[in-house]
């Protein structure tokens, strides 16, 4: 009778719930730690009042979508920094969508792509715009033959002004398409 009562005593803890409440432990117990050290320091007041001593905030225009929402960037040695909503804009009226809330990451992102890269061989390689270009009309030529223009779609730019537009319709008439849809729908 003594193991009978040992098993009714043992908690059931599927293997998830004891992973989450042990990563919780661990989180809390990391975070105690390092706040109980001397590694960190209260923020000074000229700290907390301008961290970029010298930078400055210039009002700009998000270029996610046509919205034209406002932005207060802020540049410290040239480079774009931090950013915030800007409160006084007769558009966004101090708000941002979630696209919005990123745009600083098109710039600072360590993950963007500053020229034509392609995979070779597992590894990812720098291309010249020319090859690029000419690499890319060429399988697009190859599929449009294969299998007809209605292989591609066609997905226009929220940032096209009228004229923009009608190129970007035009081209993709002359491929031979109608497949052509607007990028925000998606």
Not at 126 to 148: D, F, P, Q, V, Y
Request: a positive charge.
């Amino acid at each position: 009778m003594g193991n009978n009562t040992l098993k009714d005593l043992s908690l059931n803890i599927g293997r998830r719930s004891f992973l989450k409440i042990s990563s919780l432990g661990a989180g809390l117990g990391l975070t105690s730690a390092y706040a109980n050290s001397d590694s960190l320091r209260p923020a000074n007041e000229e700290e907390i009042k301008n961290p970029y001593p010298g930078s400055k905030i210039v009002k700009t225009i998000c270029s996610i979508c046509s919205a034209g929402c406002g932005i207060k960037a802020e540049v410290h040695n040239g480079v774009w920094v931090r950013q915030d909503v800007a409160q006084d804009h007769p558009i966004s009226e101090g708000s941002h969508c979630c696209k919005g809330i990123d745009q600083i990451d098109l710039v600072k992102s360590k993950q963007r792509i500053k020229y034509p890269m392609k995979k070779v061989n597992g590894k990812w390689e720098r291309l010249s715009w020319e090859t690029a270009i000419s690499e890319i009309s060429e399988k697009m030529l190859k599929l449009r033959e294969e299998n007809g223009p209605d292989v591609a779609m066609f997905l226009g730019s929220a940032k096209f002004n009228l004229q923009q537009a009608f190129y970007f319709r035009k081209f993709a008439a002359f491929w031979g398409t109608n497949n052509i849809d607007h990028v925000a729908r998606i």
